[in-house]
T-cell receptor
């Protein structure tokens, strides 16, 4: 059974800092991996999706990497802003089916 | 493209009543829909998966008679919380995936906040 862990659970940084969020998983037979953002009381916003054959994806200040052999993905946020404050979730889709397995999330606070 | 809506966004009901939540795919045909539950400051927990025209598949520990799921069309799935109790208060989120270009990922709705008094 796939298990997904996100570290740290919470993170507080000053504005402008570059930061890395971590996601680790136990089963490397994944179809794709996705990073989401969730604001309090809101739904999920998809940030980046990495296919199994890819090693990274970039969108603006965000860069996500995938290393299946080590069971890890990272989300890099450059020049963080207060508006980046949210919970970030990683989720994996396994080869066997269509369902996603979510990590516990990282609550990010960027202080002005 | 790939927009999923949920209605209502927020509902408050009395204990013992039933509440229906709708999930619609607005611009694609959703062959599969997923229902999640999220407790405060926790991650999403999959409740059930439904394929259009078939009975939903429930995750272990989820009462199928308590949480009725109907996926009668390619654009609409409903979750009915029957005889709701305060412990059913939660944030419910649906997602949908389809065929072709919409098969690769799940597209999420904005969620429904249920409060049972």
């Amino acid at each position: 059974k796939q298990e997904v862990t996100q570290i740290p659970a919470a993170l507080s940084v000053p504005e402008g800092e570059n930061l890395v969020l971590n996601c680790s998983f136990t089963d490397s037979a994944i179809y794709n991996l996705q990073w989401f953002r969730q604001d309090p009381g809101k739904g999920l916003t998809s940030l980046l999706l990495i296919q199994s054959s890819q090693r990274e994806q970039t969108s603006g200040r965000l860069n996500a990497s995938l290393d299946k052999s080590s069971g890890r993905s990272t989300l890099y946020i450059a020049a963080s802003q207060p508006g980046d404050s949210a919970t970030y979730l990683c989720a994996l889709r396994n080869n066997a089916g269509n369902m996603l397995t979510f990590g516990g999330g990282t609550r990010l606070m960027v202080k002005p | 493209g790939a927009v999923v809506s949920q209605h209502p966004s927020r509902v408050i009901c009395k204990s013992g009543t039933s509440v229906k939540i709708e999930c619609r795919s607005l611009d694609f045909q959703a062959t599969t829909m997923f229902w999640y539950r999220q407790f405060p400051k926790k991650s999403l927990m999959l409740m059930a998966t439904s394929n259009e025209g078939s009975k939903a598949t429930y995750e272990q520990g989820v009462e199928k008679d308590k949480f009725l799921i109907n996926h009668a069309s390619l654009t609409l799935s409903t979750l009915t919380v029957t005889s709701a109790h305060p412990e059913d208060s939660s944030f419910y989120i649906c997602s949908a995936s389809g065929t072709g270009g919409f098969h690769n990922e799940q597209f999420f709705g904005p969620g429904t906040r249920l409060t049972v008094l």
